[in-house]
């Protein structure tokens, strides 16, 4: 019996543990100074964003792509990363990856046209960058944009946030 109320404690306290881990205060310093938060989630104001959870940040002919801060919270850890191989031609909406987590697997979609011209490697032994890191250390690839007016037609930071408070809210 006693040994039951064990593990019932220390299972309470790792669900608080795992809790509190999602809380954006209890993160370490966000590198985007720019960056706002909603609730659990952080939004990087001068990115796009797909209404399926993909980030874009141009860099010059380059999109760096990755999935967002809600949604790595949603699938929880990440265990691993599909990525394209480079050179790979891609389509807006097309699927270029794959996130798989502890929960579910999840496809990621490309919010511009163009050709793979890099990918983060660093997700094949460190997967979990998507969840410390979602606007930094885990992009998933750099696209070169066929038409770079192709980000025009994604969501600012304040219609991505509109649009996740809806999403939540209807479930």
Not at 65 to 73: L, P
Not at 91 to 97: A, E, F, I, P
Not at 130 to 149: Q, T
Request: aromatic share 8%; charged share 20%; with cysteine.
């Amino acid at each position: 019996m006693a040994s039951r109320v064990a593990w019932r404690a220390s299972r309470g306290a790792a669900s608080l543990l795992r809790m509190r881990s999602t809380c954006v205060e209890s993160r370490p310093p966000f590198r985007f100074p720019f960056a706002y938060s909603r609730g659990f989630s952080s939004v990087v104001k001068n990115f796009k964003y797909t209404d399926s959870h993909e980030w874009v940040k141009v860099d010059g002919p380059l999109a760096v792509i990755g999935i967002t801060d809600h949604a790595q919270e949603h699938l929880g850890d990440v265990v691993f990363v599909e990525l394209p191989d480079v050179g790979t031609t891609v389509s807006k909406g097309g699927t270029v990856g794959v996130v798989e987590s502890v929960k579910s697997t999840s496809d990621v979609f490309s919010p511009v046209s163009g050709e793979v011209a890099e990918v983060n490697s660093e997700l094949n032994s460190s997967p979990g960058l998507v969840n410390g890191s979602p606007y930094d250390g885990g992009w998933i690839i750099k696209v070169r944009m066929n038409d770079p007016a192709d980000v025009d037609s994604l969501l600012d930071a304040d219609q991505y946030t509109t649009f996740c408070e809806k999403e939540n809210s209807s479930h």
